[in-house]
């Protein structure tokens, strides 16, 4: 009796499970295979799964209705440049706060932690007007400047370099080793997991950006590939669903594959931020 | 020997001085110059025209029926979208919870991917399912046997729509927060709970939800502010549409950026105090929690 009910349980919840995934990935699906299919096709009522023929040539049409080797050029050029100018910025920054004791130490790491909490969706306007008046609004630097302080990761770095024992640092500094290399050849090399973390956090949350390239750029030269897809809409028309959608995938896949590699990464990576 | 030991004190300035000017720069600054523009009426085109009116935006702003639409949208879109995700959350965490299956590690992979994915492809994918004439949603319906809904296009439906689009795109990433605080739960107070013939439900009620309340606590905040924030959605899928129904404060801001600088600015300044003060909350709560552990 008892293990015919937990069959039965089990049943249930196996049930219960695959329709939540249904639910969570079915949406891709559709976006692939809506790329893949004619423009009749989209407009099927009840609507089919799967093209008669895939239309390969969607893709060319999507990539060819605006500059988009510009603006695939442009979200990576901005988010590898976040990356590298936010790991030589916050990398000190950590060490100094973790590792040494100085006077206002504490009144600096609160405006650390308040650079959390105000939000981008306000300050842009200012901003803007500050990077106008410096002569930068038609080059790529607005999209990365602003971002060039990680408080996140000088946050989450810093407790990192706090668990690493002083006494190594220490007779390194006995071996006439300068504090560059230090941070080189010991900070670095021993938290590679905390800047594989934040590394992992600052790709997918500015390859994704569309809120600051949308309120930051007024010319197709500097704009992302988020904001093009964006685009797509007016350019291509609302009901031309199926080249949207190959514009959709091409955004997708490049975050996709880096899931699909590291998944057990970025969930830590993301969780881990949420928990500290 | 002088010089080594003022360069020794130098030094963790220097270190910290690059994040230092970013901060500065990029954040500080730009909230007094925010206050500043709140002020003022701004002339985008000619700086040297803009004129020192001061509160007048405020009184603008604070007689404006957009202003308040936006508002009340706001509110509604972050009490529904928080109090949906929370119980949708703890709901999965629950379901996954249970073992340590290839399925589950799958499942929750798949519930995450949303989550990493731009907002921009998952709101262009949510539009064509709910496209009113031939989309996958209305199709769902009609073969249940249930009445088909305009979605985005009808002011009546526009908000939960643009609600239910956020809830699936963040749900993953609590679910799996809250998950992990309840695999954190030690399994010794559970078996004394089964030793004492407590139920399910009333296990779930003292136990469980007790012991998962600082993580529940700090996903509500966070998903409190993130909400007030909306934007990118409303922007792609409604643009503020039908009839300003799912205007949010931050698209009022956007909307008014460049025609009226000031008043979006005292808009901004009005958000941030918001914000601010959720922040606030937040921190006094946290601290009263470490005080009384």
């Given at each position: 009796m008892n293990s015919k009910w937990r069959y039965g349980v089990t049943g249930i919840s196996v049930a219960l499970k695959s329709v939540v995934l249904l639910i969570f990935l079915f949406p891709f699906v559709w976006m692939i295979t809506t790329s893949l299919k004619t423009f009749p096709e989209t407009m099927i009522f009840p609507p089919k799964l799967l093209p008669a023929l895939p239309q390969w040539s969607n893709f060319v049409t999507a990539m060819q209705s605006g500059p988009f080797l510009t603006y695939t050029k442009n979200s990576i050029i901005v988010t590898l440049s976040i990356i590298v100018i936010q790991m030589l910025v916050m990398i000190p920054a950590a060490y100094a706060f973790a590792k040494y004791k100085f006077r206002g130490q504490h009144f600096f790491f609160a405006l650390v932690l308040l650079a959390f909490m105000i939000p981008g969706q306000v300050t842009f306007i200012p901003i803007y007007l500050m990077l106008a008046d410096w002569g930068?609004?038609?080059?790529l630097w607005p999209q990365i400047l602003p971002f060039a302080a990680n408080a996140f990761g000088i946050f989450l770095l810093r407790q990192y370099f706090m668990q690493v024992p002083s006494e190594i640092i220490e007779s390194a500094r006995l071996d006439n080793a300068n504090e560059f290399t230090i941070m080189r050849k010991i900070m670095v090399p021993m938290s590679i997991p905390a800047l594989a973390t934040i590394g992992l956090f600052s790709f997918v949350s500015h390859w994704n950006d569309y809120f600051w390239p949308l309120v930051m750029t007024?010319?197709?030269?500097?704009?992302p590939l988020t904001i093009g897809i964006a685009m797509l809409r007016e350019t291509e028309g609302i009901s031309n669903w199926h080249i949207i959608m190959a514009g959709n995938v091409v955004l997708v896949v490049p975050i996709l594959l880096v899931y699909l590699f590291c998944s057990k990464q970025i969930v830590k990576a993301f969780v881990y931020s949420g928990i500290k | 020997m002088n010089n080594t030991t003022r360069w020794d004190t130098l030094r963790p300035y220097v270190m910290i001085l690059p994040a230092m000017l970013a901060i500065l720069c990029f954040v500080i600054y730009p909230v007094f110059y925010l206050l500043k523009l709140s002020f003022y009426r701004y002339n985008l085109l000619n700086k040297a025209k803009s004129k020192f009116i001061g509160l007048d935006n405020y009184k603008q702003l604070f007689s404006k029926d957009e202003f308040y639409v936006a508002l009340n949208n706001t509110l509604i879109y972050t009490v529904t979208v928080v109090l949906l995700t929370i119980v949708i959350a703890l709901l999965l965490a629950l379901l996954i919870n249970r073992k340590k299956t290839r399925f589950n590690a799958f499942l929750q992979a798949g519930i995450f991917t949303p989550h990493i994915i731009s907002i921009v492809s998952i709101a262009l994918v949510w539009m064509l399912l709910m496209?009113?004439?031939?989309?996958i949603l209305n199709y769902v319906l009609k073969t249940f046997g249930l009445p088909t809904s305009k979605w985005l296009q009808s002011s009546s439906t526009s908000m939960l729509s643009v609600i239910l689009v956020s809830v699936w795109h963040n749900v993953g990433y609590y679910a799996l927060i809250l998950l992990a605080a309840l695999q954190s739960v030690p399994p010794t107070i559970y078996e004394a709970a089964a030793l004492d013939n407590a139920s399910r439900f009333k296990t779930f009620y003292k136990i469980t939800l007790p012991m998962i309340s600082p993580q529940l606590f700090f996903v509500l905040i966070i998903m409190t502010i993130g909400s007030f924030k909306v934007f990118d959605t409303v922007r792609i899928m409604t643009g503020g549409g039908p009839n300003n129904s799912t205007s949010t404060l931050v698209y009022h801001i956007y909307e008014y950026r460049s025609n009226n600088l000031g008043y979006a600015s005292a808009t901004g300044i009005i958000l941030m105090v918001i914000i601010a003060i959720l922040t606030f909350v937040y921190f006094r709560v946290l601290a009263n929690k470490v005080h009384y552990q």
């Amino acid at each position: 009796m008892n293990s015919k009910w937990r069959y039965g349980v089990t049943g249930i919840s196996v049930a219960l499970k695959s329709v939540v995934l249904l639910i969570f990935l079915f949406p891709f699906v559709w976006m692939i295979t809506t790329s893949l299919k004619t423009f009749p096709e989209t407009m099927i009522f009840p609507p089919k799964l799967l093209p008669a023929l895939p239309q390969w040539s969607n893709f060319v049409t999507a990539m060819q209705s605006g500059p988009f080797l510009t603006y695939t050029k442009n979200s990576i050029i901005v988010t590898l440049s976040i990356i590298v100018i936010q790991m030589l910025v916050m990398i000190p920054a950590a060490y100094a706060f973790a590792k040494y004791k100085f006077r206002g130490q504490h009144f600096f790491f609160a405006l650390v932690l308040l650079a959390f909490m105000i939000p981008g969706q306000v300050t842009f306007i200012p901003i803007y007007l500050m990077l106008a008046d410096w002569g930068l609004v038609h080059t790529l630097w607005p999209q990365i400047l602003p971002f060039a302080a990680n408080a996140f990761g000088i946050f989450l770095l810093r407790q990192y370099f706090m668990q690493v024992p002083s006494e190594i640092i220490e007779s390194a500094r006995l071996d006439n080793a300068n504090e560059f290399t230090i941070m080189r050849k010991i900070m670095v090399p021993m938290s590679i997991p905390a800047l594989a973390t934040i590394g992992l956090f600052s790709f997918v949350s500015h390859w994704n950006d569309y809120f600051w390239p949308l309120v930051m750029t007024d010319s197709t030269g500097v704009r992302p590939l988020t904001i093009g897809i964006a685009m797509l809409r007016e350019t291509e028309g609302i009901s031309n669903w199926h080249i949207i959608m190959a514009g959709n995938v091409v955004l997708v896949v490049p975050i996709l594959l880096v899931y699909l590699f590291c998944s057990k990464q970025i969930v830590k990576a993301f969780v881990y931020s949420g928990i500290k | 020997m002088n010089n080594t030991t003022r360069w020794d004190t130098l030094r963790p300035y220097v270190m910290i001085l690059p994040a230092m000017l970013a901060i500065l720069c990029f954040v500080i600054y730009p909230v007094f110059y925010l206050l500043k523009l709140s002020f003022y009426r701004y002339n985008l085109l000619n700086k040297a025209k803009s004129k020192f009116i001061g509160l007048d935006n405020y009184k603008q702003l604070f007689s404006k029926d957009e202003f308040y639409v936006a508002l009340n949208n706001t509110l509604i879109y972050t009490v529904t979208v928080v109090l949906l995700t929370i119980v949708i959350a703890l709901l999965l965490a629950l379901l996954i919870n249970r073992k340590k299956t290839r399925f589950n590690a799958f499942l929750q992979a798949g519930i995450f991917t949303p989550h990493i994915i731009s907002i921009v492809s998952i709101a262009l994918v949510w539009m064509l399912l709910m496209e009113p004439n031939f989309g996958i949603l209305n199709y769902v319906l009609k073969t249940f046997g249930l009445p088909t809904s305009k979605w985005l296009q009808s002011s009546s439906t526009s908000m939960l729509s643009v609600i239910l689009v956020s809830v699936w795109h963040n749900v993953g990433y609590y679910a799996l927060i809250l998950l992990a605080a309840l695999q954190s739960v030690p399994p010794t107070i559970y078996e004394a709970a089964a030793l004492d013939n407590a139920s399910r439900f009333k296990t779930f009620y003292k136990i469980t939800l007790p012991m998962i309340s600082p993580q529940l606590f700090f996903v509500l905040i966070i998903m409190t502010i993130g909400s007030f924030k909306v934007f990118d959605t409303v922007r792609i899928m409604t643009g503020g549409g039908p009839n300003n129904s799912t205007s949010t404060l931050v698209y009022h801001i956007y909307e008014y950026r460049s025609n009226n600088l000031g008043y979006a600015s005292a808009t901004g300044i009005i958000l941030m105090v918001i914000i601010a003060i959720l922040t606030f909350v937040y921190f006094r709560v946290l601290a009263n929690k470490v005080h009384y552990q």
